[in-house]
Structure formats: structure tokens, C-alpha cells
């Protein structure tokens, strides 16, 4: 099979089985009495995070750790300057309390912790790998303590999937489960073999293939979401959404991973490169949250987010 088929194929695969578990796993929560807000505070963040988890964890066994880190890291450069910079673009996204508080704040820690343990180790170990799950827990606490208390209730346009999916059978429930990590499974063996293959052909790093056609295919369910949200008018859609898609893909995806087997760098422009422009575009947003704008991601910051997503790729490709 042409490895270009068989990356399409891994992509649509990557897509559904997210979306399938996604329902089956809010659907059972549901039914076992876990409040909604739960549910979409972490059930849902985790599992929209599985696409880049099941890549990562199969390029890692793999012996692909570039492929790992690129998607990653890729991905949150993608979330932060294509998905946020479209939707900005699109209506101007407002920023929630608990954005300024919590979300931001978080997201930097965990970019910051992320950067040095590369420095330092040259990679993820195993016992950083725990770290970061430790971190993730502590967040998600913190995050429905928060919620909580300012009487936070999810609205969004996945949420009101949820309340569908919970009307669903228990069997079709698990069925929509099994069947949404049987195709991340597949999807994720056949889009690390399509990109390693396609590396090879056109005389490339695997690197610069996932932290651009890989990062950008993990990250379609979140670009998606956001856009018909955004057509939608959907105000209760903040920019903290896709910040707590960020910590996940650093925290769970890399945290799960490592704590398996041992992430090390292979390729040094994954630090040297790739992460500096990460943590760069993190503290630009940084900068449109608590300076530039009045409690929202204007259009003219969306242009500009935009802008800095396509010089990445400019120079990563070049």
C-alpha cells in the first residue's frame, strides 16, 4: 500500500476512533453517576488527547522517539496558533476566569518542567514519565475544585454530545469504546509506519514529518470542534479549552508514555528548534491574555497567531 494511502488512512482512523471514544467513555461515566462536569473536565480531555497518546506510545516502541516528542509538540504549537488563531479569526474567543487563574498558569509549569527535564536528561525518563501523571492528577483536581466553586457548568458543543451519549445502550456504550481504541490502535501503527516510510523517500528527518503533517492530523478533532463552535457563536468556547488540551498532550501523552518506556531525544532540534518555538508561542499567548487584549483572542491576535504557525512551518521545512 502507497505510505501516502496508508498515512490518510492512519489520519481517518486517528479521527474516529477519538470521536468513538470519546462517546463510549463519557457514556459509561454517565451512567455510573459521574456528574457532567467531571466528565468534561477530565474524561473528555483525555480521551480527545488519545490520538497523540497512541501515536506517541506506539513511535516509542517503535524505537521513532522523534516522532513522540514532534507530535507533542508539534500538536501544542498547532492547538495554540492554528486551531486558536482560526477560530480567533473567525469571532474573537473570550477568556474565562479560570483561563487567567489556573489553565495558563498550569500550562506554563508544565511547558517550563517540560523544557528542563529535556535539557537535563536528553529526554523523558521513566521516573519524570510518573512526574508528569502526578502533575496531571494535581491539575485535574485543582480544575474541578475550581469549577466547583465558581459553579462552572460545560456547555460547549461536545458537552451537549455527552448528554446524547448518555442516553445510549451500556452495550452500545462499550461497543463505541472498544471500537475507538481498536481504530486508534491501527491508526496510530499506520501512521507511524507511513511517516517513517515517507521520511525515508523524500529524504527527510521522521521529526519534521510529525511536528507537521502528523501534529496537524492529531489535532484535527480539536480544529474541528472549534470552528463549528465558532460558526456556531458558541461564546462559552475560551481559549482555556485548548490550553488544558496542551498540559494533557505534556502531562498524560508524555507521562503515560515515558512512565512505559524511556523517551530520549534523538534528533537535537527537537529541543533546540522545535521546543524553543513551543515555549516562545506559549508565552506570546501568554502575552494576548493578560496584556494585550480585554478578556479575549481578538481577530488582528488570530492573524498574527496564524502568521507565526506558517513561519514554523516555513523554517522547519527549510
Same mark, same amino acid.
Do not use: C
Given at each position: ?164 451519549? +448518555? ?6 456504550? =462499550?461497543?463505541? @469504546? !472498544?471500537?475507538? &481504541?481498536?481504530? $486508534?490502535? *491501527? ?107 480585554? +478578556? ?6 488570530? =492573524?498574527?497567531? @496564524? !502568521?507565526?504557525? &506558517?513561519?514554523? $512551518?516555513? *523554517?522547519?521545512?527549510?
Amino acid at each position: 500500500m502507497s505510505p501516502t494511502i496508508l498515512l490518510i488512512l492512519g489520519l481517518a482512523l486517528l479521527f474516529f476512533g477519538g470521536e468513538f471514544l470519546v462517546r463510549g467513555s463519557v457514556a459509561i461515566a454517565l451512567k455510573m453517576r459521574i456528574s457532567t462536569l467531571v466528565v468534561g473536565m477530565t474524561i473528555v480531555s483525555f480521551a480527545t488527547s488519545a490520538p497523540e497518546l497512541f501515536v506517541s506510545l506506539q513511535a516509542v516502541l517503535d524505537g521513532s522517539s522523534n516522532i513522540a516528542f514532534g507530535n507533542v509538540i508539534g500538536s501544542n504549537i498547532a492547538n495554540i496558533t492554528l486551531v486558536l488563531g482560526v477560530t480567533a479569526v473567525i469571532f474573537r474567543v473570550k477568556i474565562s476566569k479560570q483561563t487567567f487563574t489556573l489553565n495558563y498558569p498550569m500550562m506554563l509549569l508544565a511547558s517550563i518542567v517540560f523544557g528542563a527535564v529535556l535539557y537535563f536528561f536528553n529526554g523523558v525518563p521513566v521516573g519524570v514519565g510518573f512526574l508528569f501523571i502526578v502533575m496531571l492528577l494535581l491539575f485535574a483536581w485543582l480544575l474541578i475544585l475550581t469549577s466547583r466553586k465558581d459553579n462552572l457548568k460545560s456547555a460547549t458543543e461536545e458537552d451537549e454530545l455527552l448528554e446524547e451519549a +448518555s442516553h445510549d445502550p451500556v452495550y452500545k456504550s =462499550i461497543a463505541f @469504546l !472498544l471500537a475507538g &481504541i481498536f481504530l $486508534l490502535k *491501527f491508526g496510530a501503527d499506520f501512521l507511524v509506519d507511513s511517516t517513517k516510510i515517507l521520511a525515508k523517500n523524500f529524504g527527510i528527518s521522521d521529526r519534521i514529518i510529525a511536528v507537521t503533517v502528523v501534529a496537524i492530523g492529531t489535532s484535527v478533532p480539536e480544529l474541528a470542534t472549534s470552528i463549528i463552535a465558532a460558526l456556531k457563536k458558541e461564546d462559552n468556547l475560551a481559549v482555556g479549552n485548548l490550553i488544558g488540551s496542551n498540559i494533557f498532550n505534556i502531562l498524560a501523552v508524555l507521562g503515560v508514555t515515558a512512565s512505559i518506556k524511556e523517551i530520549n531525544i534523538i534528533d537535537a532540534k527537537i529541543f533546540t528548534f522545535d521546543y524553543m518555538w513551543m515555549i516562545a508561542i506559549t508565552l506570546i499567548v501568554g502575552l494576548f491574555i493578560y496584556t494585550f487584549s480585554k +478578556s479575549q483572542i481578538s481577530r488582528k491576535e488570530g =492573524i498574527v497567531l @496564524l !502568521l507565526i504557525y &506558517i513561519s514554523y $512551518l516555513y *523554517f522547519s521545512l527549510s
